[in-house]
Each structure stands twice: as structure tokens, then as C-alpha cells.
């Protein structure tokens, strides 16, 4: 059956391209609606499988409408697009449980590649969820290949062990989720394979195809490809800690820890460090700056 996404916007055009793109290259039904109002209407009438939302709306906004969203359907994934916003609203949509962030005017391949990622990301959570539950107590130690397709897998097998152990919702575990994915691209592509946040930015600027493209040739470099990201977890039923390193030289993360600019959460390159800092309980590093250690608290109901 056909994936069904629901657009809500108070722009009738931004609206209209998204959902003429969609249609015109995918498989899947789009529904819009206006307002956060109409769009949850819609949505208790008739589930979708994934909500793309503006975060600024008369009627409702992104927040209210994630909130209530969330309230209906934990598991309801929720894309947010902005133009404008404060760090404060981002850092609520993300506790709240948005799946990322897109801000305009976007490169509607990068909508496209966004939405792909989120539904690839759900599906290799199913298949890992029925088997992780039968664990009782495990920590682990990975050494990860330098590949780019391995590290969704990596984060979803993480995060299914940590759900199983504390018997707790995805929603409650969604800043765990998020900060993984942030340290381990960082590892993979600043660490191991040396790209600059500004070299990133460039390409991306070209697009989606250009930037994936260099990706590709600088994971294959000879290089390259025969380093590691190591990931210890360790999980109580207080606390977990993740340390993550990569095989590169480090940075001077004194440096980027200071003086942040929250306009670098809306952007594809340079977000990792600012989200980590936001949604951990502790993070630091080791002196070369190629490991970080992060820290999350378990939170008892």
C-alpha cells in the first residue's frame, strides 16, 4: 500500500510544489491542508504515515500541531519547515519529537531525500524491534566499517537496545536518536574523511546529487576506506553513556563550544555540535577532540 504524507502550510505555493513533486516522482498519496487546525482535523478523520508541517501558522502552529500530533500517534513521524523561528522553538519541535528540520527556501530534492530517509529509518527500526526485546542486559563495543549506508542501521540497532532496556516510549528516547546521528555523520564525514563544514556547504549549495556524489568518491579513497568509527554504549538504569571516535585528527572543540551561532541548527552542515550540546545531559571530549562522550539520563514516570 501507498504511503500517504500530509503537507500543511499556510503558503498555497509552497503547498502546491511540494505536493506536484511528490506525486509527479513517487508513489505516494499527498494530502494538504492550510492550517495546524484543518490539519488535524484531517488527520484523526484519516492517519497519514508522515506529516511535513511549516513551523509558523496562524491558526496552529508547527509546535502545537507536533504536540497534538504526537499526543494522537507517538510514533507519527512530523518533518518541520521553516524560514524563520528561534532556537527555542527548534529545540521544543526536537523533545517534542520532529525528525528533522528543513529550512527555506529548500532544494526540493533535499525534501525528497528527507522523506526517504525518514521512512528508511522506521522500517529498519520494525525489523530490529522484535528481536532486541528478548535482551536483558547488554552493553556494546562496534567498530564500524567507513561506510555512510551503515550508520542509520548502527544508530536504530543503539537505540532499539537502550528502548528494550528501559521500557521506554520513542518518543522519550527521540534526543538520544538524534544526537546519535548527529556525532556519528560528524565522525564519518569531518573525522574520517576530513570534510570541512564549509567544503560541505558549497557542495550542498549545488545540490543533494552533487554533495552524495563527493561523498562516495572521498569514502572510497584508498585513504579512507580502511578506517573505523568506534561505539562503546554503555546503559544502566540511570543513565546511558556513548562515546563515539572517529580516526581522524580531532578539532579544537574549546572553540566550537563557544560562541555558537543558532542559525547553524537550520543548516545541513555545521547543526551536529549545537543539537548535541542542547539535548544531552553531558557531553565532552577527549584532548585530541576526535571522541565525544555523551551522557542521557533516564527520566522516571
Not at 36 to 60: H, N, T, W, Y
Not at 94 to 109: Q, S
Not at 140 to 169: E, G, M
Amino acid at each position: 500500500m501507498a504511503k500517504s504524507i500530509l503537507i500543511v502550510d499556510d503558503e498555497e505555493i509552497i503547498r502546491n510544489v511540494l505536493r506536484r513533486k511528490l506525486e509527479q516522482t513517487t508513489s505516494y498519496k499527498v494530502l494538504t491542508a492550510d492550517d495546524g487546525v484543518v490539519a488535524l482535523e484531517m488527520f484523526k478523520r484519516q492517519p497519514v504515515d508522515l506529516v511535513i508541517s511549516d513551523l509558523l501558522m496562524k491558526e496552529m502552529n508547527g509546535i502545537e500541531l507536533l504536540r497534538h500530533l504526537k499526543r494522537i500517534e507517538p510514533g507519527i513521524p512530523v518533518i518541520i519547515i521553516t524560514g524563520y523561528g528561534t532556537l527555542d522553538d527548534a529545540i521544543e519541535a526536537i523533545h517534542l519529537g520532529a525528525e528533522d528540520f528543513i529550512k527555506k527556501p529548500f532544494d526540493i530534492n533535499e525534501v525528497l531525500d528527507t522523506i526517504d530517509k525518514t521512512f528508511r529509518k522506521l522500517a529498519e527500526e520494525a525489523d530490529q524491534r522484535e528481536v532486541i526485546k528478548y535482551i536483558a542486559h547488554e552493553d556494546i563495543n562496534l567498530a564500524i566499517p567507513n561506510q555512510f549506508d551503515l550508520l542509520n542501521t548502527v544508530i536504530n540497532y543503539i537505540f532499539s537496545h537502550l528502548r528494550a532496556r528501559w521500557l521506554v516510549s520513542d518518543e522519550d528516547l527521540h534526543d538520544v536518536k538524534v544526537c546519535l546521528y548527529e556525532a556519528l555523520t560528524n565522525a564519518f564525514e569531518h573525522g574520517n574523511l576530513g570534510i570541512s563544514g564549509e567544503t560541505k556547504g558549497k557542495l550542498l549549495e549545488q545540490g543533494q546529487q552533487t554533495w552524495r556524489d563527493y561523498l562516495v568518491s572521498e569514502m572510497v579513497n584508498e585513504t579512507n576506506v580502511v578506517k573505523k568509527i568506534s561505539v562503546k554504549l554503555e546503559i544502566s538504569e540511570g543513565e546511558m553513556i556513548v562515546a563515539i571516535q572517529d580516526e581522524g585528527p580531532g578539532f579544537d572543540y574549546r572553540a566550537r563550544t563557544q560562541d555558537v551561532d543558532p542559525e547553524e541548527l537550520f543548516r545541513s552542515s555545521g547543526r551536529g555540535l549545537l543539537l548535541i550540546q542542547s539535548l544531552m545531559d553531558g557531553v565532552s571530549f577527549n584532548e585530541s577532540g576526535n571522541e565525544v562522550r555523551m551522557v542521557k539520563k533516564r527520566i522516571q514516570k
